[in-house]
């Protein structure tokens, strides 16, 4: 399922970092799964650079 377009995506990131209060709850919700996905990510980027790291020694 395709996502919104670009258009729409920088509508609400720019609406969100000045006043996220401002955003409908659809979008609030939108940021925060999308904030949530972010932290998953980042966290499985840090697993493998230990893996990383473990298997250059």
Do not use: C, N, W, Y
Request: proline residues 9%; without cysteine.
């Amino acid at each position: 399922m395709p996502g919104p377009p670009a258009s729409k995506i920088d509508m609400v990131s720019e609406r969100a970092t000045k006043d996220p209060a401002q955003l409908s709850p659809a979008d609030q919700r939108a940021v925060k799964a999308a904030d949530e996905a972010l932290k998953v990510v980042e966290g499985v980027l840090e697993e493998r650079k230990d893996e990383a790291k473990r298997f250059k020694r």
